[in-house]
């Protein structure tokens, strides 16, 4: 997905700008007579450079694994059990302005924070247009740099775990949605959804992550699309985290 904006002579004002983002999402499925299986990967990761400043900064990063084995029974409910990882693919920064200098200051990394998630309970499916998985019993462990947690406050964390530490494990239960609708001819919104709680600490503080996407197909290889991401999880920041984007795809099939 590629972004351009440039002004010559423009009253009104602008800045010369390029941002482009690579996506990738690949799926790979078995079905048995007894047991079915998928992964789901979801990659992103995107970069822009404005006029006057020397540096690209990130604009988008995700890498996102997600498998479900499901055992087959007799009615729309199958026995089954997920695990989910969750990352980014390159560091992140901060930027502090003191007096006439810019303080660069990596607020994240690779694998830090990293969560992973496995759960067992039950699912309902019905191929590519909706799933859904409930997990009664669910486990997760953050994973992050020691080096982000060395010197940090007794009462401080980071992404929920705490000084001089690397992970920090929950318990719970977790739910998961993923589906997707043919609004229009060409036009399909898809959803993903997922709602996790901790049994250990604060139950009935419910983290959760939203994805609406709406893909709008040209042809093959072109297509515009838009993608909201609402995100909470009281462990990285006790608010309502929110991430836009609209743009035109190039597609490359494989």
Not at 88 to 100: K, L, R, S
Not at 108 to 113: C, G, I, Q
Not at 168 to 186: F, M, Y
Not at 194 to 222: A, C, H, P, Q, R
Request: glycine share 6%.
């Amino acid at each position: 997905m590629l972004n351009q904006s440039s002004f010559n002579n423009w009253l009104a004002g602008g800045t010369n700008n390029f941002s482009g983002t690579l996506n990738l999402d690949y799926i790979l499925a078995y079905t048995g007579e007894q047991w079915s299986w998928s992964t789901t990967l979801d990659a992103a990761l995107g970069y822009a450079k404005t006029q006057g400043n020397n540096e690209w900064v990130k604009t988008e990063d995700q890498l996102e694994i997600n498998a479900i084995l499901q055992r087959k029974t007799e009615n729309a409910w199958n026995f089954s059990s997920s695990f989910n990882l969750k990352t980014q693919n390159a560091p992140a920064f901060m930027y502090a302005e003191t007096g006439n200098t810019i303080v660069k200051t990596k607020s994240s990394a690779f694998f830090s924070p990293a969560y992973m998630r496995l759960g067992i309970g039950i699912a309902h499916d019905k191929g590519e247009t909706f799933s859904l998985q409930f997990n009664p019993l669910t486990a997760r462990l953050i994973v992050v740099d020691r080096a982000f947690t060395r010197g940090l406050a007794l009462d401080e964390t980071f992404f929920g775990v705490a000084a001089d530490k690397a992970t920090r494990w929950e318990a719970g239960a977790s739910l998961g949605l993923q589906s997707k609708v043919e609004l229009a001819k060409n036009v399909s919104l898809g959803t993903r959804l997922s709602l996790i709680t901790n049994y250990l600490e604060e139950f009935k503080n419910v983290d959760f992550d939203y994805t609406g996407t709406l893909n709008m197909k040209v042809n093959e290889y072109l297509s515009a699309l838009f993608e909201i991401q609402l995100l909470y999880d009281d462990n990285a920041l006790a608010d309502l985290q929110t991430r836009q984007v609209f743009g035109l795809v190039i597609a490359l099939p494989f």
